[in-house]
């Protein structure tokens, strides 16, 4: 739920950056719920190379201005290309992290959508220097919303109710993990919530 919330958050101009909380904490509890800390640490790695990637920019633009008062603008002309350039490099590198710790996800929790987010973010990453760049970022949003709403809860035991017993029967297209009793999709091939392999 807070992973959807701060994907939809991104998306508004100002709080973007509640949305960035809401995802790392969201990657957080999935981390943990996976016991894959890799998950969490690679949407870190994401976060501070963005923020290292904003702050070379700011640096750029900064001395480009003041080199540009003493050289006619050329040096403010050459900060602004110097800073598109270094943005792109650390977008691009961001995105890897991104797409790493969503290919993850993707397959410990049988949830595609982080897949192909985590894709069209590396590819709109690529891109970004043209327009379709940033349509592909849009999209890719897009389907991380749909990713982070569609992770399926895990049902809980009552109190002293041994895992085998917790239901009957799954539902239609669904099975139990014969290690904690999670319910998951029949092609599952890891348990979403204690990550083990599951027999075929």
Not at 126 to 141: E, K, N, P, Q, R
Request: proline fraction near 4%.
């Amino acid at each position: 739920m807070l992973g959807g919330i701060g994907s939809i958050l991104l998306l508004v101009p100002g709080i973007s950056i509640i949305g960035y909380v809401l995802i790392l904490i969201a990657a957080k509890y999935v981390s943990d719920d996976l016991g894959d800390k890799t998950v969490f640490d690679n949407m870190v790695y994401a976060v501070i190379t963005a923020i290292i990637g904003v702050a070379v920019v700011a640096f750029l633009l900064f001395t480009g201005l003041i080199f540009g008062a003493f050289t006619a603008g050329v040096g403010t002309i050459l900060g602004v290309i110097g800073a598109l350039v270094v943005i792109w490099v650390f977008l691009v590198i961001s995105s890897l992290f991104i797409r790493r710790a969503y290919g993850t996800m993707a397959t410990r929790l049988n949830v595609d959508s982080f897949r192909t987010a985590g894709t069209l973010y590396f590819v709109g990453a690529l891109l970004s220097i043209v327009l379709v760049g940033f349509i592909i970022l849009f999209v890719a949003y897009i389907f991380q919303i749909i990713a982070f709403f569609s992770i399926q809860e895990a049902p809980q035991p009552a109190a002293g109710q041994p895992m085998s017993t917790m239901a009957s029967a799954p539902q239609a297209g669904m099975r139990f993990c014969p290690l904690c009793g999670a319910q998951m999709a029949s092609s599952a091939m890891f348990c979403p919530k204690c990550g083990s392999r599951q027999s075929a």
